[in-house]
């Protein structure tokens, strides 16, 4: 399983875009990238997944560059609401889902 | 999207009671489930995966006696803390996941979530 590394906390301010780069420089062919957001006390939300080039759906894009070793969640415009844990996965629909360390972003009003 | 229910929400017990916690895929068959435990500001960590049918696979350090798991339809999955004691306490997770083919909307390789479980063993 392809190991990914985040930032472990960021701030922000409300209304700005706020991008969150994973290293996964391991990742195999099959592998899909995929993004989970989590508030305190309940279970990861998916945000957004891809497998290469850009990924936008109505909360976040993805970058992904061509070698794949790497992995930029955008969020636009973020608010006080988007204050939570991010985490990257990279999943080959194997036989397990296993959770790196997460990025805790803190949004300042 | 598709839905993954977690019961109960949270549970207090006593020292060295039994506690079970569901999870079912309400819209989905679910081949395979994961269950997780997480402590405070911590990531989860993977406890087991199960797939329908067959027993469950345990990580390393995780003791298959105490953490019993039985997922007995496409659509149901429980963990059972036996015995359980303070230490066990933390947030339990589940996730759920389907074959590729059965729902061609959802994305490749999505995992569903239940809400999760917060455990206080007293």
């Known amino acids: 399983l392809a190991k990914t590394t985040q930032p472990i906390s960021m701030d922000s301010y409300e209304g700005q875009e706020v991008n969150i780069t994973c290293s996964h420089n391991?990742?195999?062919?099959?592998?899909?990238i995929t993004w989970y957001q989590q508030f305190p006390s309940q279970g990861p939300r998916f945000i957004i997944q891809g497998y290469k080039t850009k990924v936008t759906n109505e909360v976040a894009s993805l970058f992904i560059p061509a070698d794949r070793k790497s992995s930029t969640l955008s969020l636009p415009r973020v608010s006080l609401s988007d204050t939570a844990v991010y985490y990257c996965l990279v999943d080959d629909w194997g036989d397990k889902i296993i959770f790196g360390k997460g990025t805790r972003l803190h949004i300042l009003p | 999207g598709a839905v993954v229910s977690q019961h109960p929400s949270w549970v207090i017990c006593k020292s060295g009671t039994s506690v079970k916690i569901e999870c079912r895929s309400l819209?989905?068959?679910?081949?395979?489930m994961f269950w997780y435990r997480q402590f405070p500001k911590q990531s989860l960590m993977l406890m087991a995966t199960s797939n329908e049918g067959s027993k469950a696979t345990y990580e390393q350090g995780v003791e298959k006696d105490k953490f019993l798991i039985n997922h007995a339809s496409l659509t149901l999955s429980t963990l059972t803390v036996t015995s359980a004691h303070p230490e066990d306490s933390s947030f339990y997770i589940c996730s759920a996941r389907t074959d590729r083919g059965q729902k061609p909307q959802i994305k490749n390789t999505e995992a569903f979530f239940g809400q999760g479980t917060r455990l206080t063993v007293v």
């Open positions: 819209d989905f068959q679910a081949t395979t």
């Open positions: 391991n990742i195999a062919t099959n592998d899909y």
